[in-house]
């Protein structure tokens, strides 16, 4: 069975670009949550989205929104890129909250 | 304090010893555990996870969890060159069991 999917793996962005990254959860689960994870850091919580509405939102700007499509794929994107913006985007899949299974992130580079 | 906290390590344990890492944790009232590995410029992958005071074994691996000392440990036996990873603990806060709070991660290493 495939596990969690996301696209693109690797984004070099300018400042004030905005970005779409995209995700595919495993077969049959419905809950996407979105992680962004500095170097050195754990991951730190931006949203999760449960049958296709957003259940909680961690400290993030404004500039960062999802969304959950019907076939329970999701969508991050960021608006006027910053320098720290700089992170790898971690993809995360559960049928309901708990466990979260991973995907193999996208690595956003902002020059 | 940080709500979940672990050494950073590194910590060096030799081959076919065990290595043991500790989280520890702010909230009370805190139910379930989790720990992930995560391999050098990867993404993190689920080991365990456990609810219950006491241990829990899978393989090489068990999970000690201790409530009342809010703290929860990860026993790896009989430790492989393929171990070493940076040992992430994830806990949901209370109410919230759809997020993750993450400690900062232990970076274990495993010298043959």
């Known amino acids: 069975d495939a596990g969690v999917t996301q696209s693109p793996t690797h984004l070099i962005k300018t400042r004030g670009q905005h970005v779409t990254l995209r995700c595919s959860p495993i077969?049959?689960?419905?809950?996407v949550s979105w992680y962004q994870q500095v170097l050195g850091q754990g991951p730190q919580f931006i949203f999760q989205?449960?049958?296709?509405?957003?259940?909680g939102r961690g400290n993030f700007p404004d500039r960062f929104s999802a969304r959950q499509f019907p076939n329970y794929s999701s969508e991050l994107n960021v608006n006027a890129l910053l320098l720290g913006d700089s992170a790898l985007y971690l993809c995360a899949s559960s049928l309901t909250d708990q466990p979260q299974h991973f995907g193999d992130g996208t690595r956003l580079s902002i020059l | 304090q940080k709500e979940v906290e672990q050494n950073s390590g590194p910590l060096s344990v030799p081959e076919g010893a065990i290595a043991s890492l500790n989280c520890t944790y702010s909230?009370?009232?805190?139910?379930?555990f989790f720990w992930y590995r995560q391999y050098s410029g990867k993404s993190p992958e689920l080991i365990m996870f456990i609810y219950s005071n006491g241990d829990k074994e899978d393989g090489r691996f068990t999970a000690q969890l201790n409530k009342a000392s809010q703290y929860v440990s990860l026993l790896i036996r009989d430790s492989q060159p393929s171990d070493s990873a940076t040992y992430l603990c994830a806990v949901p806060p209370p109410g919230s069991n759809y997020q993750l709070i993450w400690g900062a991660g232990t970076k274990l290493i495993i010298k043959p």
């Open positions: 077969s049959g689960h419905k809950s």
């Open positions: 909230d009370r009232g805190s139910q379930s």
């Open positions: 989205y449960y049958e296709k509405e957003e259940r």
